[in-house]
Structures are given as structure tokens and as C-alpha cells.
């Protein structure tokens, strides 16, 4: 129904892809620039102990939760639209 519409909007979307992939690696560049200015250091002269990753141990088990639920939504979405454009799937006579 709708045919002449996919191929530009893969092109598009592979596009925009690539476009944000390499924005994603510049802005890194400029903002590790901009961190190389900053002078971490106190009134004595003595570097501060700057933990700039942060503390990738904190809260697992909510991190677990929220992959997990993301995980479960998508399952679910796409559930819906196979149903959807495929109404018989999942029957035993569907091929």
C-alpha cells in the first residue's frame, strides 16, 4: 500500500544514523577539550580527587529492572504489531 515510501525513508534513517554517529564522536572531542582546561587543583596546589565516571556500581538491581522492563516493552510492541499486520500468526494453520 505504502511501498513508495520505504526506500527514502531507510535511506533517511540510515542517514540521520550516520549524521548522529559522527556528531556523538565530535561533541566527545570537544567536551574531553574542555575538561583538558579545567585546573582540578585547591588552593595548595594539590590535584582533587575527581572521580568524573562516577560510581558505575551504584543501584544493580535498578538497572537490572529498568533493561529489563525495556526489554519486556519492546517484546510487547512488537507482539502487537506482528499481530496487527499478521492476524493469523501464531494459529497452527498460518503459512
Given at each position: 500500500?505504502?511501498?513508495?515510501?520505504?526506500?527514502?525513508?531507510v535511506?533517511?534513517?540510515?542517514?540521520?544514523g550516520?549524521?548522529?554517529?559522527?556528531?556523538?564522536?565530535?561533541?566527545?572531542?570537544?567536551?574531553?577539550?574542555?575538561?583538558?582546561?579545567?585546573?582540578?587543583?585547591?588552593?595548595?596546589?594539590?590535584?582533587?580527587?575527581?572521580?568524573?565516571?562516577?560510581?558505575?556500581?551504584?543501584?544493580?538491581?535498578?538497572?537490572?529492572?529498568?533493561?529489563?522492563?525495556g526489554?519486556?516493552?519492546?517484546?510487547?510492541?512488537?507482539?502487537?504489531?506482528?499481530?496487527?499486520?499478521?492476524?493469523?500468526?501464531?494459529?497452527?494453520?498460518?503459512?
Amino acid at each position: 500500500m505504502m511501498d513508495f515510501i520505504t526506500i527514502p525513508a531507510v535511506v533517511g534513517i540510515v542517514a540521520l544514523g550516520v549524521y548522529k554517529l559522527f556528531e556523538l564522536f565530535v561533541r566527545k572531542k570537544e567536551r574531553m577539550m574542555i575538561v583538558e582546561k579545567i585546573d582540578f587543583s585547591n588552593s595548595d596546589g594539590k590535584p582533587i580527587d575527581v572521580n568524573i565516571a562516577g560510581n558505575p556500581g551504584k543501584f544493580p538491581a535498578l538497572r537490572f529492572g529498568c533493561l529489563f522492563a525495556g526489554i519486556g516493552l519492546g517484546l510487547l510492541i512488537a507482539f502487537f504489531i506482528v499481530s496487527l499486520y499478521y492476524p493469523g500468526w501464531g494459529d497452527a494453520g498460518y503459512r
